[in-house]
């Protein structure tokens, strides 16, 4: 269209990121996602430090990956979730995001949730159907 013409893609990469740190750095509007993410798909909201060894989530689990049993609303909201979560980790330093809640949306809890969360959906994703591994289970072996 007539209004690409004069843009580059420096200037269009600095409107995505504008946008991403908008939404990012939004009071509350990063974890309001997460939050319609966790009712959405029944995804845990958080997850104590004991909880994440081997942690495989249940609810994501199953015969076909969650990404082709999402819909077309479900996909695009984790979509733009995990850019913007990306766009807050890259920005943010060490000192901020373990420091200051006033620019982190997150607990380290919800945080580690998050992380086995993404984790879970790469690796099923990748390997396919992967069996829930809990605690009892490690203990046998």
């Given at each position: 269209s007539h209004l690409d013409e004069g843009r580059s893609d420096?200037?269009?990469?600095?409107?995505?990121?504008?946008?991403l740190s908008?939404?990012?750095?939004?009071?509350?509007?990063?974890k309001k996602m997460w939050r319609w993410l966790v009712n959405?798909?029944?995804l845990p909201r958080e997850?104590?430090?004991?909880?994440?060894?081997?942690?495989?989530?249940s609810s994501l689990v199953g015969e076909?990956?969650?990404?082709?049993?999402?819909s077309g609303s479900q996909r695009t909201m984790l979509a733009m979730f995990c850019k913007s979560y990306a766009h807050l980790l890259k920005?943010?330093?060490d000192d901020e995001f373990y420091g200051s809640h006033d620019r982190v949306p997150f607990t380290l809890s919800e945080h580690r949730a998050i992380a086995a969360v993404m984790n879970c959906i790469?690796?099923?994703?990748?390997?396919g159907r992967v069996p829930i591994i809990t605690s009892t289970t490690?203990?046998?072996?």
């Open positions: 420096d200037d269009s990469s600095k409107m995505v990121d504008s946008v908008t939404i990012a750095f939004s009071r509350h509007f990063l959405e798909l029944r997850a104590h430090r004991d909880a994440t060894k081997g942690w495989s989530i076909e990956s969650l990404l082709t049993r999402l920005v943010l330093g790469v690796c099923n994703a990748i390997l490690e203990s046998r072996r």
